[in-house]
């Protein structure tokens, strides 16, 4: 699909009846590195199976964010 030549991509996850225009370059991968929500925790498998093996747990929220806020426009429908 396409938008006065432009491709429209559906985005998972993005709210009902929201628009979101900006060139892909400007969508770069962030994280909450700075909230409390990250954890990383060291499980160690001998105490469950006598093994020598240990697990590590990583838990982080990531999402999309735009990397120069200016070169995009973001609409909806939603009053708020």
């Given amino acids: ?3 006065f030549g432009f491709p429209i991509y559906r ?8 628009i979101v225009f900006t060139y892909p370059e400007n969508l770069v991968v962030g994280s909450n590195a ?3 929500f990250q954890e ?3 499980i160690p498998k ?3 199976d006598g093994s020598d093996n240990v ?9 999309v964010q735009t990397a120069v806020a200016t070169d ?3 609409g909806s429908t939603v009053w708020s």
Avoid: H
Avoid at 55 to 63: E, L, N, S
């Fill in 46 to 48: 001998y105490e469950y």
């Fill in 55 to 63: 697990a590590i747990v990583m838990q982080f929220a990531m999402g």
């Fill in 40 to 42: 990383a925790r060291l």
């Fill in 11 to 18: 985005c998972p996850g993005m709210f009902n009846d929201t």
């Fill in 72 to 74: 995009g426009v973001y």
């Fill in 1 to 3: 699909m396409t938008y």
């Fill in 34 to 36: 700075n909230s409390g």
